[in-house]
């Protein structure tokens, strides 16, 4: 297997043979196309679980989740947020980029669940950040309109779910950035109010946001 993890041999046995089987995975046709399995970015017991739609064409090349466009300015939100790498999980719904970057479909996304499943079980977060509507809809199996359900905490066992925008709406609509803001200062808010990460050292400012 092509190794593109840092130290991929000294991860917990169980990362690895995670990380095998997305690499072997052929579930669905989206295999045929891709170059890269993109399986995450960031800490592997994060209490942050970022949840997105698919990889991109920078993504694909990479194998890493948001590092093109979109990726930047989120990764732009989370610094101005005082988030570090170690404070968060990024993955998608499913792990190999749709052709001409297209939602996923009800197959794919279904025929991934079962890795996207074993990756939650591994990281074992507390609060997730579902990143546009389609990783909504495919997380909660519902059809609500992002705008309608976005920064609304939705409770399920003991997690604490928070549905948002994605950062490539944000690149056609500007305007909307502010309540992307608010969304994350929520959840900034949620994980200090747990305990689960340190205090923000000053208060909240957009405009530190670039």
């Not at 939650?120 to 997380?139: C, D, E, M, R, W």
Request: some cysteine; proline content about 6%.
């Amino acid at each position: 297997m092509e190794n593109k993890y840092q130290d991929f041999y000294e991860l917990p046995k169980a990362w690895q043979g995670f990380l095998q089987a997305c690499q072997s995975c052929k579930e669905c046709e989206l295999f045929q196309t891709r170059n890269q399995v993109v399986v995450f970015r960031g800490n592997l017991e994060a209490n942050l679980m970022l949840i997105g739609e698919g990889p991109g064409a920078e993504e694909d090349r990479l194998g890493k989740p948001f590092v093109g466009r979109s990726g930047k300015l989120l990764d732009s939100l989370l610094t101005a947020q005082e988030f570090t790498e170690n404070d968060y999980h990024i993955c998608n719904i499913v792990k190999c980029r749709p052709p001409g970057n297209r939602a996923p479909t009800p197959d794919e996304a279904n025929a991934c669940k079962k890795l996207l499943a074993a990756q939650f079980s591994l990281v074992k977060p507390k609060i997730i950040v579902l990143i546009g509507a389609t990783a909504y809809k495919y997380f909660t199996n519902t059809n609500s309109p992002i705008s309608q359900v976005r920064g609304q905490w939705i409770k399920k066992g003991d997690y604490h779910i928070m549905p948002t925008f994605h950062p490539a709406y944000l690149l056609r609509n500007p305007k909307k950035r502010i309540d992307m803001w608010q969304d994350f200062v929520m959840v900034r808010e949620k994980m200090e109010d747990l305990d689960l990460i340190r205090e923000k050292s000053k208060p909240f400012q957009m405009d530190e946001w670039a």
